[in-house]
């Protein structure tokens, strides 16, 4: 029987899509199931959402993720081992009963580190981890190499990949990210009851066809956060929109290159490590909002004519083009991205090869005449599924499979 339910992310504060889900369906979890909600985070501060939602404890480290701590020793240790969090985590889950507790894991690789599942493991819990990304399996996250600019298909730890130059920054990075790798690797391998929940069915074929030894993945919709009911009138608007981080992956360059050339109204909404070059440079033609808070996002999401999602990489799902979709708002969307399966070309959307910069121009192109625009925007608006996207469907859909897990769990170790 379940009674407990700990739910475990790098930061205590939305950050990005994965952070998004996490923290939504968290709080959705401690307001209206009937079990305990625990909520256990390595960086703060702790949103106020969180704080507000009613959890039975909130745990925080109060760390600095990877990236952004001051000491590079220190978070060159951090990140291939977290010793305060695996002591910390131990110390926490001793006080519950494995055969009542689900574990849950969001995010672990920008401030937690594996050494998580050391103490999942050593005290013989279930855990859940949902593959927001590919770290399960690869170095960098992403199948992407950042020199070449292009999808890598080389099998994750091979020879090959860990001789291969793909960090976005040195090799000694890359060489880092394999020690990585390899320890939680042989964490991951050590934990018996461990299940796995994919996002889409694309970031499922493409886990399973490196490691095929993960097993059975078994998808769970992503929750949209609905803040327009209405279809937006797109005809009406000019502006094109990049929604999301502003990293070299993202493809956000072509984006700024192509809107510059083709002199379109365009608006970049995100923040990343490119945001302060590429204001610099496109700064006078195109706006650059930074971060915003939902809210925020609605208001220029309804003065939208199409959002692009020019990403470079495979994406494990593309959350923006479904959020765009909600508002009845058409996307243009890489062909080789995750995000692809949710286009039906020249119905709901478009897309472009993103190998092929005037590809972009030519798709943008269409989008000028307002009949076609419209049409688009009415396929998307009646195509998008409001019900199976509903942060309420994704915590049913979440504590149905707790429940399985648990019970599947508990008759094995019974037996």
Same mark, same amino acid.
């Given at each position: 029987?379940?009674?407990?339910?700990?739910? $475990?992310?790098?930061?205590?504060?939305?950050?990005?899509?994965?952070?998004?889900?996490?923290?939504?369906?968290?709080?959705?979890?401690?307001?209206?199931?009937?079990?305990?909600?625990?909520?256990?985070?390595?960086?703060?501060? *702790?949103?106020?959402?969180?704080?507000?939602?009613?959890?039975?404890?909130? $745990?925080?480290?109060?760390?600095?993720? $990877?990236?952004?701590?001051?000491?590079?020793?220190?978070?060159?240790?951090?990140?291939?081992?977290?010793?305060?969090?695996?002591?910390?985590?131990?110390?926490?889950?001793?006080?519950?009963?494995?055969?009542? @507790?689900?574990?849950?894991?969001?995010?672990?690789?920008?401030?937690?580190?594996?050494?998580?599942?050391?103490?999942?493991?050593?005290?013989?819990?279930? *855990?859940?981890?949902?593959?927001?990304?590919?770290?399960?399996?690869?170095?960098?996250?992403?199948?992407?190499?950042?020199?070449?600019?292009?999808?890598?298909?080389?099998?994750?730890?091979?020879?090959?990949? $860990?001789?291969?130059?793909?960090?976005?920054?040195?090799?000694?990075?890359?060489?880092?990210?394999?020690?990585?790798?390899?320890?939680?690797?042989?964490?991951?391998?050590?934990?018996?009851?461990?299940?796995?929940?994919?996002?889409?069915?694309?970031?499922?074929?493409?886990?399973?066809?490196?490691?095929?030894?993960?097993?059975?993945?078994?998808?769970?919709?992503?929750?949209?956060?609905?803040?327009?009911?209405?279809?937006?009138?797109?005809?009406?608007?000019? *502006?094109?929109?990049?929604?999301?981080?502003?990293?070299?992956?993202?493809?956000?360059?072509?984006?700024?290159?192509?809107?510059?050339?083709?002199?379109?109204?365009?608006?970049?909404?995100?923040?990343?490590?490119?945001?302060?070059?590429?204001?610099?440079?496109?700064?006078?033609?195109?706006?650059?909002?930074?971060?915003?808070?939902?809210?925020?996002?609605?208001?220029?999401?309804?003065?939208?004519?199409?959002?692009?999602?020019?990403?470079?990489?495979?994406?494990?799902?593309?959350? @923006?083009?479904?959020?765009?979709?909600?508002?009845?708002?058409?996307?243009?969307?890489?062909?080789?991205?995750?995000?692809?399966?949710?286009?039906?070309?020249?119905?709901?959307?478009?897309?472009?090869?993103?190998?092929?910069?005037?590809?972009?121009?030519?798709?943008?192109?269409?989008?000028?005449?307002?009949?076609?625009?419209?049409?688009?925007?009415?396929?998307?608006?009646?195509?998008?599924?409001?019900?199976?996207?509903?942060?309420?469907?994704?915590?049913?859909?979440?504590?149905?499979?707790?429940?399985?897990?648990?019970?599947?769990?508990?008759?094995?170790?019974?037996?």
């Amino acid at each position: 029987m379940l009674k407990s339910i700990i739910i $475990i992310n790098d930061y205590a504060y939305i950050n990005g899509g994965a952070g998004s889900v996490a923290i939504r369906s968290a709080i959705d979890l401690a307001k209206n199931s009937p079990y305990d909600t625990y909520f256990v985070s390595s960086v703060g501060p *702790v949103s106020e959402e969180l704080k507000e939602a009613g959890f039975k404890g909130i $745990i925080c480290l109060d760390q600095y993720d $990877i990236l952004n701590n001051p000491s590079s020793p220190a978070a060159f240790m951090q990140g291939l081992w977290n010793k305060k969090a695996k002591n910390s985590i131990y110390s926490f889950l001793e006080k519950f009963d494995k055969k009542t @507790t689900i574990i849950h894991v969001h995010t672990w690789t920008k401030a937690l580190s594996s050494s998580i599942f050391s103490a999942i493991n050593e005290l013989d819990f279930s *855990v859940i981890i949902t593959l927001h990304d590919y770290f399960i399996n690869c170095p960098n996250g992403g199948y992407y190499n950042y020199p070449k600019a292009r999808i890598c298909e080389l099998k994750p730890m091979s020879a090959k990949c $860990i001789l291969s130059n793909c960090d976005s920054r040195k090799y000694y990075f890359k060489l880092w990210r394999v020690v990585r790798q390899y320890i939680q690797n042989s964490e991951l391998k050590c934990t018996e009851n461990i299940s796995y929940i994919g996002v889409s069915d694309f970031s499922k074929k493409q886990i399973l066809l490196r490691s095929p030894e993960l097993g059975n993945i078994s998808i769970i919709d992503n929750p949209v956060e609905l803040l327009c009911k209405d279809k937006v009138n797109v005809s009406d608007n000019k *502006v094109y929109t990049y929604l999301g981080r502003l990293s070299e992956e993202k493809g956000i360059r072509l984006f700024c290159d192509i809107a510059e050339k083709m002199a379109i109204d365009a608006i970049v909404i995100g923040d990343g490590p490119l945001k302060k070059e590429l204001e610099e440079k496109y700064g006078t033609k195109i706006k650059f909002t930074g971060w915003l808070a939902p809210k925020e996002i609605d208001k220029y999401l309804k003065q939208t004519r199409c959002l692009i999602f020019p990403s470079l990489w495979y994406e494990t799902l593309g959350l @923006t083009v479904l959020e765009a979709q909600s508002y009845g708002i058409p996307c243009i969307v890489s062909a080789q991205s995750a995000a692809a399966d949710l286009i039906t070309d020249n119905e709901n959307g478009l897309l472009f090869n993103v190998e092929n910069p005037d590809s972009l121009e030519r798709t943008i192109q269409k989008t000028v005449d307002d009949n076609y625009i419209d049409l688009l925007s009415e396929n998307s608006f009646q195509s998008f599924n409001a019900s199976k996207y509903s942060i309420r469907n994704h915590v049913r859909s979440l504590l149905n499979f707790y429940l399985k897990t648990l019970e599947n769990e508990n008759s094995n170790s019974s037996r």
